[in-house]
């Protein structure tokens, strides 16, 4: 089995090199293409890929290139976690939007928009490059905004299943609160890519009993810290919404909050200077500790799983995914792409049925569709005039004279990633 990253010397591949490595009778990788045109990061990853697996015992080869058709000739299955114009342009995307008092986040709000329009062309032309190379090959998406850009794949016809690490993590996080192992916790995950409420934890599977209830009764104040949200909110709503969920339901609060300190990306840059050091190290032989505040907690895991599925080592699975709605949101299109469990096997995502949605969350979820509709549109045809409607119909922008302003510094700062600008 043939496995490419295209990103591979992003700073947290090496969480997933571990779970290649922890996880190889489940996924028998035998080589592991690391793709990616920074060179002086892709060498510093790739030696330090090479020592985890030698030190795990994995018998799998790893491989360097800058060269993508290279990178995913006769590859399996292709994990792309790329970032179009670096941290560099997340710190963009993070801070001007604040400038019109609207949320600053890397796939929320504005930023997310030009994350989107950066990064979905570029998507584009790496599965085209696949599909030539090996028409049979799954995409795994980890790049952001998820939902937009697994969108954009699957109406390309690629074989393309969108991936977020945050279901696992709350899967893991509950697991540990109920003093159970992952396995037998089951999310009544729904949403859209960093929007999505868990409305049931289940014991034992899909119809097993719904112990949220008693989750938020006995561990509420933990559960809300994580989320920073209050607690009150949290047992009022009775159910766990994403911590992305903060930036629609305390918009104005976090807008002062990020408006007071260095943005995320400055502060990931300057990790990423740190790990890049340590993974130079000839004597690192795995993930440094460091690498757990760099975000993507059980990506590794979830990668694997999913893989394993696709590629039929792991057999049919369920897991929560981003694909097709194919009805199981009634009030969403067909086409449009959700985040939900799913089971999973070498024919793709077939979503699981959900409960029915408290119109609170099914508003939204509508809303934000609709928006996901008018960025991939602007993503994919251009012209102010597509991102203009796109951020008017964003329910944190709205106003005519806020979505003026957001385009026109949209455009302004990223214009050399834009062709049509």
Request: aromatic content about 6%; hydrophobic content about 45%.
């Amino acid at each position: 089995m043939k496995l490419a990253v295209v990103g591979g010397g992003s700073t947290y591949t090496p969480e997933l090199i571990d779970g290649f490595a922890r996880l190889r009778d489940t996924l028998p990788v035998e080589e592991l293409v690391l793709v990616d045109p920074a060179a002086d990061r892709l060498e510093l990853v790739g030696g330090l890929a090479r020592r985890i697996f030698a030190k795990q015992g994995h018998p799998g080869r790893i491989v360097t290139t800058p060269d993508v058709d290279a990178g995913v000739a006769d590859a399996d299955a292709v994990l792309l976690q790329l970032r179009v114009g670096g941290q560099a342009a997340r710190n963009q995307d993070e801070t001007w939007p604040l400038e019109c008092g609207c949320i600053g986040q890397e796939t929320t709000g504005a930023g997310g928009l030009a994350k989107a329009l950066r990064t979905v062309p570029v998507v584009l032309d790496i599965a085209e490059r696949v599909r030539r190379a090996n028409p049979d090959a799954w995409i795994i998406d980890f790049t952001n905004p998820v939902g937009i850009v697994t969108r954009a794949l699957l109406q390309a016809g690629h074989k393309a299943v969108g991936l977020c690490n945050v279901a696992i993590g709350f899967q893991r996080k509950f697991a540990a609160l109920l003093d159970v192992t992952p396995g037998e916790v089951h999310l009544d995950h729904v949403g859209l890519n960093h929007l999505t409420w868990e409305l049931g934890v289940r014991l034992g599977g899909p119809h097993g009993e719904n112990v949220l209830p008693k989750l938020l009764a006995e561990h509420g104040d933990t559960i809300a810290d994580d989320l920073h949200m209050p607690r009150a909110i949290v047992d009022r709503l009775g159910v766990v919404p994403s911590y992305y969920l903060r930036y629609f339901y305390a918009h104005d609060e976090v807008v002062r909050e990020l408006g007071s300190k260095p943005s995320r990306a400055a502060e990931v840059a300057a990790m990423e200077k740190e790990l890049l050091a340590m993974y130079g190290d000839p004597a690192l032989d795995e993930k440094p500790a460091l690498l757990a505040k760099r975000g993507g907690a059980f990506y590794s895991e979830a990668a694997v799983d999913l893989a394993s599925s696709l590629l039929g080592s792991g057999g049919s699975a369920v897991q929560v995914v981003n694909t097709y709605n194919k009805g199981t949101l009634p009030f969403l299109p067909d086409d449009a792409v959700i985040e939900v469990q799913a089971r999973v096997d070498g024919t793709g995502a077939t979503p699981l049925a959900v409960p029915e949605l408290d119109p609170l969350y099914a508003g939204l979820i509508s809303h934000v569709t609709a928006y996901e509709d008018l960025a991939l549109e602007a993503a994919l045809r251009g012209g102010r005039d597509r991102v203009f409607k796109a951020l008017l119909a964003h329910p944190l922008t709205g106003q005519f004279e806020y979505a003026e302003a957001l385009t026109d510094k949209l455009i302004s700062h990223n214009r050399e990633h834009l062709a049509w600008a």
